[in-house]
């Protein structure tokens, strides 16, 4: 029986299913930054803002030519991009290529589950956002949050999902986008664990 089969009550989301069967991969990368704020010298945070701002060079123009339509109806608000390449910026990170990312031409469910990840960090974006405020940023200049702020709106998030379960997918098409969506949280924890071996200084 495919997902498409089942009886709608018995049958998990796509959502669901992105988020049971990427749960090692998505723990595994939320480890790489525990205690983040906890770091008053902020190598965490540069660490951090290091990661994503290569992850959405990389990953935000496969998005654009997939058909998920990512320019057009299905587009989050813009901005990340931009604002993470200004906190970059203003945090001391030199410029760099982007990386290249393992899946260079997505169909619809892989682009899915890559903006499953991409999109999902919104989530917890604004509580990084509060802890950084409440628990400070060191001794010196306060931190750029341009990223968290332009990260802290859960609204696209909210939309894509809608878009998942306005898709039909049979089982083969769940397991392209659950295949996807760990291979990006992957891509994100081997960009994690590059940053951590180098010394990132303001």
């Not at 069967?21 to 790489?32: C, G, I, V, W, Y």
């Not at 010298?41 to 990512?70: C, K, Q, T, V």
């Not at 608000?77 to 760099?96: F, H, S, T, Y």
């Not at 609204?155 to 295949?179: C, K, Q, T, W, Y």
């Amino acid at each position: 029986m495919t997902i498409t089969d089942a009886p709608a009550a018995a049958r998990p989301s796509l959502r669901d299913r992105l988020r049971s069967d990427t749960r090692e991969a998505h723990e595994a990368l939320d480890a790489s930054f525990a205690d983040m704020f906890g770091d008053a010298e902020g190598a965490r945070y540069r660490r951090f803002l290091r990661m994503n701002h290569l992850a959405h060079e990389a990953i935000e123009p496969i998005l654009s030519g997939s058909p998920l339509d990512w320019t057009g109806r299905d587009a989050p608000d813009a901005g990340r991009l931009a604002a993470v390449r200004r906190d970059a910026e203003a945090i001391g990170l030199p410029p760099e290529p982007a990386p290249g990312f393992p899946i260079e031409n997505p169909d619809l469910p892989e682009a899915l589950g890559i903006a499953y990840v991409l999109e999902g960090s919104r989530l917890g974006a604004k509580f990084m956002l509060r802890a950084l405020k409440r628990e400070g940023a060191g001794s010196g200049d306060p931190w750029p949050t341009a990223y968290l702020e332009a990260s802290s709106d859960a609204r696209p998030f909210a939309h894509l999902i809608e878009r998942m379960d306005a898709e039909p997918m049979n089982e083969g098409m769940v397991r392209r986008a659950v295949s996807a969506a760990d291979e990006t949280f992957r891509f994100f924890q081997r960009l994690a664990e590059d940053s951590a071996t180098r010394t990132i200084r303001v």
